[in-house]
């Protein structure tokens, strides 16, 4: 009976602004390697095992990050199952759970791991999932409780009785109370890790939440599929109450498990936790890019775009960016969601891009802007091509930095190589691709009386946008 991986992506991560935002989440980032980011790395901890192909749930937004980032390790048959709307774990699973039992029928045991989170002791993982496939095969709901090594007031916590049995769900605790489970030797931290048939899990889902299961059902049994993903009903997802699995499911199932896991493990959910999972200089201070300090101890920097300076400071967090900048005292970690609350509701864009924004076929990078004018440098990935598009309120004009464009301008199709440009009237159709093997770079200049992304009007794109 093979093992399928299902990667939990829908997330955000706005606890570790300003590097996560909206269009471009933790998860993305290789924020504990030098090479692979932490979906990377969850996927390629799995290949050592037997594992059928993966699936993988993500937000809607995030579908060519994700594929993209697959296929850069050489994972290319996954079933990447797009969420319209975030309904939490139990709804993504069951989505997931539809999926495997399409492939596998009821012999399909899947592997939940959430993409976000650091292992490296994989000898431990594989040890400690051996054990739960073995219960998985008798109908068991498995989750993995990891040892606690401190009293964490950040995670809930599972107490475990005899024969893998679970006694006891709690959620987050204060500082006593999580002492009080670390020194009983009873409790381990809630992983949020998962190995269980699709269809018993979906069984214990129609008993408990059968709303949830009818609602996910009706959105999956409408589906359609375009490139490698697969598109549930919008509109009967949204009917879909929000709902955890350990709501919804695990702490009422009778068939619940907790195989215990020893290893190293981390949930990369904040700031505070990447610092305590990181290696540290020798005055326990993580310092990662262009980044100086003196004087300065117990401090997480992370500099993006330019060199950043600590002198004498203790216990911050301070993370630099091309457009934000975050400082903040380690112990307050939790509360950068408060900062993300405010940027959103006084109609700002930090919590959404960054500067450079990725696209399917390239990124785009704004350097400069004002009330009638914009300056963005694109890149075009080789054989990558822009929609057939037009613009109600601006005009363009395009100069090629390096590589090879092929331009549809109105009914002028031209080829431009380095220092050539072209200009593209308000109203006038046109394309833009890369033929070459290089990466196209190219200058663009915007101006008009509005300049808003949304000014785009698509009449064919190879993206399904």
């Not at 093992?3 to 269009?23: A, C, T």
């Not at 380095?418 to 093997?437: K, R």
Request: charged share 25%; hydrophobic share 40%.
């Amino acid at each position: 009976m093979k093992i399928v991986p299902v990667i939990l992506s829908g997330g955000i991560g706005s606890r570790l602004w300003p590097l996560s935002r909206d269009h471009f989440p933790k998860q993305c980032y290789a924020l504990v390697d030098a090479h692979y980011s932490l979906l990377q790395q969850t996927m390629l901890r799995t290949l050592s095992l037997e594992v059928a192909d993966p699936i993988v749930v993500c937000n809607e937004d995030h579908r060519f990050l994700i594929a993209q980032q697959l296929q850069s390790i050489g994972v290319k048959n996954a079933r990447i199952v797009l969420e319209p709307k975030g309904r939490n774990t139990a709804p993504a699973i069951a989505l997931a759970a539809l999926e495997a039992l399409r492939s596998h029928a009821d012999g399909a045991l899947m592997l939940v791991l959430p993409a976000d989170h650091v292992i490296r002791d994989i000898a431990a993982f594989e040890t400690t999932i051996k054990q739960a496939v073995e219960l998985a095969k008798d109908d068991a709901l498995v989750t993995f409780g990891v040892q606690p090594t401190r009293p964490e007031t950040g995670y809930g916590y599972i107490r475990a009785g005899e024969r893998f049995s679970v006694m006891e769900f709690v959620e987050k605790p204060n500082l006593e109370k999580a002492q009080f489970y670390l020194d009983s030797g009873e409790y381990l931290w809630n992983s949020g890790m998962f190995l269980f048939r699709a269809k018993a899990f979906l069984g214990e889902l129609a008993v408990h939440r059968d709303d949830i299961f009818q609602a996910v059902n009706n959105a999956y049994q409408q589906r359609a599929e375009d490139l490698d993903f697969v598109r549930v009903d919008a509109i009967l997802f949204a009917q879909c109450p929000e709902e955890s699995i350990d709501f919804a499911v695990m702490e009422r199932t009778k068939k619940a498990k907790v195989v215990p896991y020893a290893g190293d493990w981390s949930d990369i959910g904040a700031w505070d936790a990447l610092y305590n999972y990181a290696d540290k200089d020798t005055n326990n201070n993580v310092l990662l890019g262009d980044v100086m300090a003196e004087g300065s101890t117990n401090c997480l920097v992370r500099s993006e775009s330019r060199l950043v300076a600590a002198v004498g400071v203790q216990d911050l967090v301070i993370v630099e960016t091309a457009d934000a900048v975050l400082v903040m005292d380690k112990n307050n970690a939790q509360d950068v969601k408060q900062i993300v609350k405010r940027i959103q509701a006084e109609g700002r864009q930090e919590h959404m891009y960054h500067t450079t924004v990725h696209r399917p076929w390239g990124t785009y990078q704004v350097v400069d802007a004002g009330e009638r004018h914009k300056v963005k440098r694109i890149m075009v990935k080789p054989g990558e091509k822009l929609s057939l598009q037009m613009h109600h309120y601006r005009a363009e004009h395009w100069v090629v930095v390096s590589g090879t464009a092929k331009v549809l301008n109105g009914e002028r199709e031209i080829l431009l190589t380095e220092n050539e440009s072209t200009y593209i009237p308000v109203g006038v159709v046109h394309a833009l691709e890369n033929p070459g093997t290089v990466p196209l770079e190219l200058i663009e200049v915007q101006s008009g009386s509005y300049l808003g992304e949304d000014d785009i009007v698509r009449f064919s794109d190879r993206y399904g946008r």
